[in-house]
Nanobody, 123 residues
Framework: QEQLVESGGGLVQPGGSLRLSCAAS????????IGWFRQAPGKEREFVAM????????RYAESAKGRFTIARNNAENTASLRMSSLKPEDTAVYYC????????????????WGQGTQVTVSS
């Protein structure tokens, strides 16, 4: 059974930092692209970042460039998203995803999803 479990969300002040983690199990993590998406209340789920399984090349949404960093540790079957200079508009439920086919910036291209972790940026 493929499983992704996110952790690390919480309440942070504007300008602060947060590191999200994603633990994978039930599939060969090494051979799958991983990604992060987010969904704010009343909005569609949107792409944040992704990292290839073979060359570790990362891609980011414009809103995340320069502030967020995606990483993966194949030895531990984990992925992370380090977020800095957080803004209130970053408030959302953040989802870890794996196994992308098709356009990786679209949620429907991803096959495995975690349950999400809430990030709230507020003073």
């Amino acid at each position: 059974q493929e499983q992704l479990v996110e952790s690390g969300g919480g309440l942070v002040q504007p300008g602060g930092s947060l590191r999200l983690s994603c633990a994978a199990s039930g599939f060969t993590f090494d051979y799958y692209t991983i990604g992060w998406f987010r969904q704010a209340p009343g909005k569609e789920r949107e792409f944040v970042a992704m990292m290839n399984w073979n060359d570790y090349v990362a891609r980011y949404a414009e809103s995340a460039k320069g502030r967020f960093t995606i990483a993966r540790n194949n030895a531990e079957n984990t992925a992370s998203l380090r977020m800095s200079s957080l803004k209130p508009e970053d408030t959302a439920v953040y989802y870890c995803a794996a196994y992308s086919t098709g356009r990786s910036d679209l949620p429907e291209a991803w096959h495995y999803w975690g349950q999400g972790t809430q990030v709230t940026v507020s003073s």
